[in-house]
């Protein structure tokens, strides 16, 4: 396997365990409280988005020339570890 194989594997292991989590706690809200539950909403809905981001950007990385790799690979890095900060930030707040 290659190393762009490699990281676009681990890319995508990443981003799937970090949705997995996200639909845990949204079981968990449906247990809570209605106030509790609309703030929970609106924080996981931006969550969400950046999910969507990140998925997008991971379609464009395995589709990446190799001219355009290594700023992809930069990209993708930057956009998932903002994804995995605002998600540990918003469990940490839950």
């Known amino acids: 396997m290659s190393t762009r194989d490699d990281f676009t594997a681990k890319i995508k292991l ?3 365990e ?3 989590q996200m639909a845990q706690l949204d079981a968990k809200n449906k247990e809570d409280k209605a106030d509790a539950r ?3 909403e609106v924080e996981m809905n931006k969550l969400r988005q950046q999910s969507e981001l990140a998925r997008a ?3 464009e990385l395995q589709i990446a020339g ?3 790799w290594e700023k992809m690979k930069a990209e993708m890095e930057k956009i998932r570890n903002a994804f ?3 998600f540990s930030y918003f469990k940490s707040q839950i």
Do not use: R, T
Request: aromatic share 12%; proline share 0%; net charge negative.
């Open 14 to 16: 990443q981003l799937d």
């Open 18 to 20: 970090l949705n997995a």
């Open 38 to 40: 609309e703030a929970y």
């Open 57 to 59: 950007k991971y379609e």
């Open 66 to 68: 190799e001219d355009s």
């Open 84 to 86: 995995a900060h605002s």
